[in-house]
């Protein structure tokens, strides 16, 4: 980083290792290449022109790194303090089941320097803001007060929250998807009338 004068590292690989939640990007003066996750994960780029991701990890043996133990993620585990059925004491854990599989979507985007926030942001609306179907047995809910917005939202603006409060009001809260510079159209500064948001 510019802000760094002098960093000496003794892990090049893990002190590199950045986390992401939603997408890493790599530009140069001809193009960006952006990548979109659906979720938390480890982004590296440990050479010129590589990029690489860290999904999960796991070890069957202590790296000895610091953890005291192998950063082997089962299905179950026991207790670190535990007592088995013939009473004998146990202080470590026993693994139970099958390792974790991690499994992951990774969305990529190639584009002018100029368009990429504009790509990556369209592209984390579709990942995070998906409809999410849901059933539950039971009657049928209705909402007969509340039909959507009556006007769409300045395309730079996004919904974060809205919450029932106790009284009768409703908590909304909204954000600008853009950060200062990102993009020569969209980082700009966005009105919205709550007058005309709700239908």
């Not at 860290?54 to 070890?59: I, K, T």
């Not at 585990?77 to 990774?106: A, Q």
């Not at 009556?150 to 853009?178: C, D, F, M, S």
């Not at 980082?187 to 709700?198: I, Q, V």
Request: charge should be positive; aromatic fraction near 8%.
């Amino acid at each position: 980083r510019p802000s760094v004068k002098s960093y000496n590292t003794t892990e090049p690989v893990a002190g590199n290792y950045w986390p992401i939640n939603t997408h890493a990007v790599m530009r140069d003066s001809l193009a960006a290449l952006s990548v979109m996750v659906d979720r938390a994960q480890g982004a590296a780029t440990l050479k010129d022109g590589d990029l690489e991701f860290l999904v999960h990890r796991r070890l069957l043996k202590d790296d000895n790194r610091g953890v005291g133990e192998p950063l082997n993620e089962t299905q179950s585990i026991t207790p670190y303090d535990w007592v088995d059925p013939k009473n004998v004491t146990h202080t470590e854990p026993i693994r139970i089941g099958k390792g974790l599989v991690v499994r992951g979507t990774h969305v990529l985007s190639l584009t002018p320097p100029a368009s990429a926030a504009r790509s990556y942001r369209r592209i984390q609306d579709q990942i995070y803001y998906a409809p999410v179907v849901a059933y539950a047995p039971g009657q049928v809910w209705t909402s007969p007060d509340f039909y959507g917005l009556g006007a769409p939202l300045p395309p730079n603006v996004a919904i974060l929250t809205v919450e029932k409060q106790p009284g009768g009001g409703v908590l909304l809260r909204v954000g600008h998807k853009y950060g200062v510079g990102e993009d020569a159209k969209y980082s700009k500064d966005a009105s919205l009338s709550l007058r005309t948001l709700w239908s």
